[in-house]
């Protein structure tokens, strides 16, 4: 599935995609491994978008790794 947004999207390398990860994994608002409490998104599409910022409301939690 993430191979597909490459083709569509502009998207972070595969270092700053598991950075990201890492980031939603340790976050206390991850629910089931893959859904985000704050924005309802799927996290591991919206890590992968370069666009795409961490909703978390304290500051985004991707921000001292992007």
């Known amino acids: ?3 597909k947004l490459t083709d569509a999207f502009d998207c ?3 270092a700053q995609y598991a ?3 890492n980031a939603c994994q340790q976050c206390p608002a991850l629910i ?3 859904t985000c409490r704050y924005c309802g998104c799927i ?3 919206r890590a992968k978008l370069t666009e795409r910022d961490c909703p978390h409301p304290d500051g985004s939690m991707w921000a001292a790794r992007v």
């Open 43 to 45: 996290v591991q599409v």
């Open 32 to 34: 089931a491994s893959h």
């Open 12 to 14: 972070v390398d595969d």
């Open 1 to 3: 599935m993430l191979d």
């Open 19 to 21: 950075e990201r990860i």
